[in-house]
Nanobody, 125 residues
Framework: QVQLVESGGRLVQTGGSLRLSCVVS????????FAWFRQAPGKERVFVAA????????DYADSVKGRFTISRDNAKNTVYLQMVSLKPEDTAVYYC??????????????????WGQGTQVTVSS
């Protein structure tokens, strides 16, 4: 079983920056592909960013391209989401997700088998 624990979410002003972390345990980290999703109140969970096992391939939602960066540290079993130039519309609970399989469509919730409990990001205007 894989456990994912997110942290780093907090209240930040528009234009500010945050780095979210997702610490992974229970399975060989390098065997997993990862993604970040987010869910705003009353809305569906949507894709933010994804990274493959080696870290050589990343993918981003159009709404965050150029502002967010996903990365992984295989030595620390940790996945990161660096967020800059934050906007009020970035306010959501952010979830880390993992899968041992690499799907061509990494933006689907169904592509991931393991999920963290989420961390709240609030961007004030």
């Amino acid at each position: 079983q894989v456990q994912l624990v997110e942290s780093g979410g907090r209240l930040v002003q528009t234009g500010g920056s945050l780095r979210l972390s997702c610490v992974v345990s229970g399975r060989t980290f390098t065997h997993l592909n990862f993604a970040w999703f987010r869910q705003a109140p009353g809305k569906e969970r949507v894709f933010v960013a994804a990274i493959n096992r080696s870290g050589s391939n990343t993918d981003y939602a159009d709404s965050v391209k150029g502002r967010f960066t996903i990365s992984r540290d295989n030595a620390k079993n940790t996945v990161y989401l660096q967020m800059v130039s934050l906007k009020p519309e970035d306010t959501a609970v952010y979830y880390c997700a993992a899968s041992p399989y690499y799907y061509s469509d990494r933006s689907r919730v169904q592509s991931y088998d393991y999920w963290g409990q989420g961390t709240q990001v609030t961007v004030s205007s």
